[in-house]
């Protein structure tokens, strides 16, 4: 299924859509749909980080969900490889499965707390590869010596390690298949600021090392900053703003996006009432041009050009 150096990109989404279905009244009918992602698009190039930011609610981890098989699709197709996986990516077996894999923002309730970590690291090389006993604990050990964490912890359990070195855990299993992409839902959001930044300098060892992808998915544009080189804003699930890392934080032009921008800390307390003053006035033009930036309904308008590397979505 590789095509490497044909132009074809690893992995297309095309129009997604995913819907909940809202149940109501004696019989339980549908009565409603929460539009979690609605008529999303983007590409993703080998080798590439792509960062995914939105709020809480704004549909960012259900497309991480949905391109995994974690989330059923309503509409819109998924290409990898230039090959429609749509119908088939939920196959444990496939070959999409081994290629895209995820690390989770709860590592420790994606980590069995009554299995080891050789078990949980060896579990998808179990799956896919089925190695000798030998050979798997040799490859799991060199997998965490990738992610910092010595040999001697092959036998710990969970509950054994910190926030971080469970991360780290999750993050050695993710790459045991080699994958070509990475779906990285909130993997530092929960972590210290020193630890976040170990954690993300572990990810990108890791790329450069394996040649990944990721899917870099945060409400943390600070974050996304260090790690991404093209960014897809998303609110109330459908992007409101995409373009390269000059784009988005010197010329954004939603609304939206500048008020996530405008709220990026800055750890410089001379700097705490100018900046409290730039929110204030963002957040005022938010209330006051909102008319303008979605429909009546509330929806977001579709994305258009301003630029080649640059979209809106403008009315």
Known sequence: MTKEGSGVPLLEVSDLKVHFPVKGGILGRTVDHVKAVDGVSFTIEPGQTIGLIGESGSGKSTVGKAIVGLAKITGGRILYDGEDITRYMGRNRSPYRKAVQMIFQDVYSSLDPKRRVLDLVAEPLRNFEKPTRAEERKRVDKLLEIVGLGPENALKYPHEFSGGQRQRIGIARAVALRPRLIIADEPVSALDLSVQAQVLNY??????????????????????????????????????????????????????????????????????????????????EYEELESRHYDTGGRVFDMKAVSDTHSVALP
Do not use: W
């Not at 784009?247 to 750890?267: C, G, M, V």
């Open 203 to 284: 990810l990108k060892l890791i790329q450069q090392e394996f040649g990944l992808a990721y899917l870099f998915i945060s409400h943390d544009l600070g974050v996304v900053k260090f790690m991404c080189e093209h960014l897809l804003i998303m609110h109330r699930g459908r992007f409101v703003e995409s373009g390269s890392r000059a784009d988005i934080y010197s010329d954004s032009r939603h609304i939206y996006t500048r008020q996530l921008i405008a709220a990026i800390p800055d750890p410089d307390p001379l700097l705490r009432e100018k900046n409290m003053g730039i929110r204030a006035k963002v957040n005022r």
